[in-house]
Nanobody, 127 residues
Framework: QVQLVESGGGLVQPGESLKLSCVGS????????VGWFRQAPGKEREGVSC?????????SYPDSMRGRVTISRDQSKNTVYLQMNNLKPEDTAVYYC???????????????????WGQGTQVTVSS
């Protein structure tokens, strides 16, 4: 069964950092575009950062966390990472990674273009 598993979430104080991981199971993750998204209670799911396939590994950073996050791949570990810095209370949400199989425009980083989703990892930023 094709699966994505996120990890690395937790409770942090404002200004601290977290690095989230997304591991692919039973498929080669780097040949697909991958995105990180988040959803806070009562809000719509929004894009945080997206990366194209390994052919060019281009990245996209929507306004939500631009300047404070970096997306990267480690092909040897079949993993995509999201480094998040200077976290704020408004960043509190469930963070998901997702993979797009067909016709993904990575630059838009829109959730509706992605097909396979992980279960999510909770990030809470609070003093």
């Amino acid at each position: 069964q094709v699966q994505l598993v996120e990890s690395g979430g937790g409770l942090v104080q404002p200004g601290e950092s977290l690095k989230l991981s997304c591991v692919g199971s039973r498929f080669t993750l780097h040949i697909y575009p991958v995105g990180w998204f988040r959803q806070a209670p009562g809000k719509e799911r929004e894009g945080v950062s997206c990366i194209s396939s390994h052919i060019d590994n281009k990245t996209s950073y929507p306004d939500s966390m631009r300047g404070r996050v970096t997306i990267s791949r480690d092909q040897s570990k079949n993993t995509v990472y999201l480094q998040m810095n200077n976290l704020k209370p408004e960043d509190t949400a469930v963070y998901y990674c997702a993979m797009g199989m067909f016709g993904v425009n990575y630059s838009s980083c829109s959730p509706d273009q992605y097909d396979i989703w992980g279960q999510g990892t909770q990030v809470t930023v609070s003093s």
